[in-house]
């Protein structure tokens, strides 16, 4: 009696396994394909390139500066070579605290939007893991083979740009009244 008690247990527990409807999505594919996290990234390339521009600009002023005393340097008193070596030294540490600062916050806004792009995901996922009755979805990245029918990828790009789509029209459709 015992021994039948377990069997059908391990044949409930196989069963539960062979039953289990497994998804998978490209988190990769969904954030070049969602709207609103490539106008974010839109944003974020625009952000680091105006400063990386000001930066270079900066550099390409304390190089000239340097060069120009290289060439200036035999005809300087002693001190004043001095004092304009100092100068540079101090722009040059600066400039690369700028740099880094910079760095520091392209590294904070690339978190924020990857953040935010999570957990969109996550709630796109469950929205259409509940609808299409999957009991697990995973990241493509985990998984070694996988039946093409199983990934819900296009199906979380069409959730996740429903909001912006929307966002857009309406914008759009209060400019039109608005004239």
Do not use: C, H, W
């Amino acid at each position: 009696m015992k021994k039948s008690f377990i069997t059908i247990l391990v044949l409930f527990f196989v069963a539960g396994i062979f039953a289990t409807e497994i998804g998978y999505v490209d988190a990769m594919t969904v954030f070049q394909n969602t709207q609103e996290f490539q106008q974010e990234y839109t944003k974020l390339q625009d952000f680091f390139k105006n400063k990386q521009a000001s930066i270079d600009a900066k550099k390409t002023q304390m190089q000239n500066e340097m060069q120009a005393l290289q060439n200036q340097s035999e005809l300087m008193d002693k001190t004043k070579k001095e004092e304009k070596q100092q100068e540079l030294q101090t722009k040059y540490n600066n400039l690369m605290q700028e740099y880094n600062s910079a760095q520091q916050e392209l590294n904070q806004k690339q978190q924020t939007i990857m953040g935010k792009f999570q957990a969109k995901l996550a709630e796109a996922v469950r929205k259409i893991a509940a609808r299409e009755g999957y009991d697990m979805v995973v990241l493509k990245d985990a998984v070694i083979y996988a039946n093409v029918g199983n990934d819900l990828t296009p199906m979380v790009i069409k959730e996740m740009n429903k909001g912006v789509a929307t966002s857009n029209k309406t914008s759009k459709s209060k400019k039109k009244k608005g004239k």
